[in-house]
């Protein structure tokens, strides 16, 4: 059975999380499945390029886009854990920001959940552990792979976010799955934001003694004080990169060589 003959009686969500792949599948399906709804997890930290994607999304999708919110400011969540940064060892942010927004907001519903997980891609993303929950891979289902991504949001007109020119992945100013040179980005495009982040972090003491730093084992400072540097490196790591792969977008070049800095992956509720 195709995930086109499932209970039209329950309820069918495609959770947007600003970039291309959860984009593109909103796109696909937009006719497949009219009783599809549209929710985006909101931390309240987002960029403003992807709110201001979204809202492209949302009228061309001509359905409502439900911005959920746990209705707490990321402060409040620092606080409640000590100051102790969220890290990909300890993701308490994407539990408490994004999966239980999510999950209350269907309740105990019947619910398929679309994931824009590629047919080249092997993860498996956010897979809810309740039962009313069932995870559907339409793109998997039906071979669309990167090209075909890229190709779907040229031909809606929405093409890609504009972070992508200098991050490789939506989600928080702060998350911590970012490359140096994506601080980088953030701390020329976005100077306060980088500021708030580096705030957090100085807060980041555990007793005073253990300093918890978003970029393991470098603080923001240092980013700041080396940025023509980290620059300088992925300047080189982007041209080898272009020269190996010309077939490919400047946001797969940029994602490809910022990739070799860290092949850690975020969150896929955050980041699909
Ligand atoms: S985008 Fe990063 S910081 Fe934000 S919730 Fe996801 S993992 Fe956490």
Redesign the pocket.
Known sequence: MGYLDFDKKARHIVSLSGGKDSTALAVYLKNKIPQLEYVFCD?G?ELVETYEYLDRVESFLEKKLVRLNSGKAFEEYLDKHRNFL?SPMS?W??AE??IKPYEDYIGSDRCFSYLGIRADERREGYISRLPNITAVYPFQEDGIDRNAVYKILEDSGLGLPKYYAWRSRS??Y????QRSIEWVGLLERHPKLFAKAEKFEQMGYNGGSEKFTWVKGRTLDWIRKNKDAIKESHRVRMEKQAMKQQHKTIHDVFSEAADQESAKR??DI??I
Request: charged share 15%; proline share 11%.
């Open positions: 931390t930290a969220p993701r942010c994407t920001m994004k989600g928080c702060f998350c911590f799955f975020p969150c955050c980041d």
